[in-house]
């Protein structure tokens, strides 16, 4: 008789020498160190799916917060997370599919893409790879599908669910558009990511058949059966909130209020007026992704995704040395171009609320 092996999890410790293994490995722009980080720790018996989700995951997480505290610029950033990408390649092909999904049925086809306009597709990345080490047949198509390719894609294929990842808010219309594309033509949808709010809120006002926080929870999710389509669900259009045109009104006028706020804050902010080139794109580019995640607030119907998003600004521009009066000066200048908007103006004006609460950040003291 044999003596049988049994492998222990991996201690907290284990995966937290690896987070910092690869991190050093990212921070150096070194490849190799960065793959022998996560295969060093494969051969050493931690599971692929923890590496990919309690290293790879985290440790995307944590550049994602350097790049937007301005430790990192936008060049390191993409190239830490193609380093990432490409450790993730070689993870997965050091590990064999074949294992069948929890409910030991045959496997089952998901699709896995990013919605249109959506080029974070290391989530999605993830979510496949872990699905595959179920043993599900994945198609994965990465970052930016088009709804048409993609619905060309699922009638070309015997694919069963389709799960869809997108993090920013500004691109639920899309998805809503894609979940409603999908859905009439029979399949189901799974959706993940930030843009569907932290407790699914926004996925289910879309009518998405299903939500999921993380990717084990997908794929437990899957595990358990493709969900059922909705028999009535909101499709593109037939969220009553829409009529008022608010929307599609903020939307179209993007180009003119970026313009507008940009030349108001000269007066309501003079630093301003002295901003170099440089400093002026910058604040261009803040200015539009306010108004962009105005547009995504209106959308669903819901102020707090526009005053989660300016606190969130206040910090970043903090953090660049910018002052704090510029963002709630750009609030105001936009509540006044929407004059004939109530819902964009009540939008508005939370955020301003929520900037005021806003804790000050502390004087320097004599010594500091």
Partial sequence: MSAQTTTSPPSTAD????????????????EPAATAAVLGA???GVPAEDLLLDVIGSVQARVGAEWATG??????EHAATAIQDRVVAA????????????TG?????????????????????????????????????????????????????????????????????TAHAAVTAVQAIGLPVLVGGAAFGPDGRYAR?????????????????????????????????????????????????????????????????????????????????????IVDFLGASLYADDAELFTGFVTWTAGILRSRGVPGDALVAALDLLADAQHDFPRARAHLAAGRRALLRVPAPPTPGPHS
């Avoid at 940009?262 to 002295?274: K, R």
């Fill in 205 to 289: 006002l879309l009518g998405a058949d299903g939500w999921a926080p993380d990717a084990r929870a997908a794929a437990r999710l899957l595990a358990a059966g493709p969900p059922r389509t909705h028999a009535a669900r909101p499709a593109a259009g037939e969220l009553p909130h829409l009529a008022d045109q608010e929307y599609t009104l903020v939307t179209r006028a993007r180009t003119q209020l970026v313009r507008q706020v940009l030349q108001g804050l000269e007066d309501a902010v003079p630093a301003t007026a002295s901003y170099t080139d440089r400093q002026r794109e910058r604040t261009a580019e803040d200015i539009a992704h």
């Fill in 91 to 102: 993870l997965a092909h050091r590990t064999a599919d074949g294992t069948r999904p929890e």
């Fill in 15 to 30: 995966l937290a020498a690896t987070r910092r293994q690869l991190w050093a490995a990212l921070e150096a722009r070194d």
């Fill in 105 to 173: 049925e045959a496997p089952r086809r998901v699709t896995v893409a990013c919605v249109d306009g959506e080029w974070h597709a290391l989530p999605a990345r993830l979510l496949a790879e872990v699905l595959r080490g179920r043993g599900f047949l994945v198609d994965y198509l990465g970052a930016h599908v088009p709804t048409p390719h993609l619905i060309a894609h699922l009638h070309q294929t015997g694919t069963d669910v389709v799960a869809l990842s997108s993090s920013l808010p500004v691109r639920l219309p």
């Fill in 71 to 76: 430790r990192i610029g936008v060049a390191q």
């Fill in 42 to 44: 494969h051969d050493a």
